[in-house]
């Protein structure tokens, strides 16, 4: 899976890693980096992995909520009203600059992140399986966009932030995308039965419980730190315990060790904390804190495996 979309991402390697790591968790990826770094180069690269429907939503000041979850419309040959759903009935959504949209109709998607189903009219409709939501922003462009409110964050699994290629890899860009685009040419590996089956086993991943003493320390830490104003909440914990867990997996183990905890510690992390106003005035990045809290945060003998 990973080796497949790596053939239209090229140096991402740990970022692909992590956005393979929050599908198998059911979790929704938030994708935050300036323009032309490849976000929606990602999304599609995944959909078209996995083989699920996909649709994007462009988000746009004048979008409404009817335009993302659908609308009954009154049908005058039965007398009565039918549902046509929107975009968001798909299994994997991509929404584009979401922070471009107000934020009413950013809320439309917050049912439909946390509980799979969308309500219209008083009456609810059931997404299907596997559903997904990749949202990309940009974090620099503040003219015509509204914030999303920390609700909203705290329901993303994850946050990726690709960043520029080297020079090597970008001279492999632009090799790559003389004729086609490569992400044209991505073959599905991986039907979406293997993907719920995979998403049911990352479950069964064994969590000890000096694991999880450290995991719950490391988030405890943020709450505490000098520049949090507000640390990361209890989801936080569950986020970072299952995405060590499907990390693990990957890595070919049935168990999680602390390492896990720490890869995965600033893309869970980060994007829950809300910061103090001199830390903001200093441009302090929030990974950073995330950093800190590992380094003070020491790892017990009982959360590593002992070998034979």
Do not use: W
């Amino acid at each position: 899976m990973v080796a497949n979309v790596e053939k239209a991402i090229f140096d991402k390697h740990s970022e692909v890693e992590f956005a393979v790591v929050a599908i198998l968790c059911r979790g929704h990826i938030l994708i935050e980096d300036v323009p032309g770094t490849g976000k929606t180069v990602l999304a599609k690269s995944l959909a078209r992995s996995f083989g699920c429907s996909f649709r994007r939503i462009q988000f746009t000041p004048d979008l409404l909520p009817s335009d993302v979850t659908g609308v009954a419309i009154y049908n005058q040959r039965t007398e009565s009203f039918e549902f046509r759903a929107g975009p968001v009935m798909a299994q994997i959504v991509l929404a584009d600059e979401i922070n471009r949209a107000t934020p009413k109709t950013q809320s439309a998607l917050l049912e439909a992140m946390d509980e799979r189903q969308v309500t219209v009219d008083g009456v609810t409709h059931p997404l299907p399986e596997p559903f997904l939501v990749l949202a990309t922003q940009n974090p620099i462009e503040y003219e015509g966009t509204f914030p999303l409110p920390e609700a909203q964050l705290d329901r993303f699994f994850m946050r990726l932030q690709l960043g520029y290629p080297r020079v090597k890899e970008e001279i492999r860009i632009l090799d790559a995308q003389r004729l086609a685009h490569p992400v044209d040419h991505l073959a599905q590996v991986m039907s979406q039965e293997e993907l719920l089956a995979a998403q049911n086993v990352v479950r069964d991943i064994h969590l000890s419980d000096g694991v999880k003493a450290y995991l719950v320390n490391v988030v405890s830490a943020t709450r505490s730190h000098p520049d949090v104003y507000l640390g990361a909440s209890p989801r936080g914990s569950l986020s970072l315990a299952r995405a060590a867990q499907a990390y693990a997996a990957i890595q070919g183990r049935d168990y999680v060790i602390p390492d896990d905890v720490k890869a995965l510690a600033a893309p869970a992390l980060a994007h829950r904390l809300i910061l103090q106003p001199q830390a903001r005035l200093k441009d302090l990045a929030a990974s950073t804190v995330v950093s800190e809290v590992l380094a003070s945060v020491p790892v017990e003998a009982s959360a590593t495996p002992v070998r034979a």
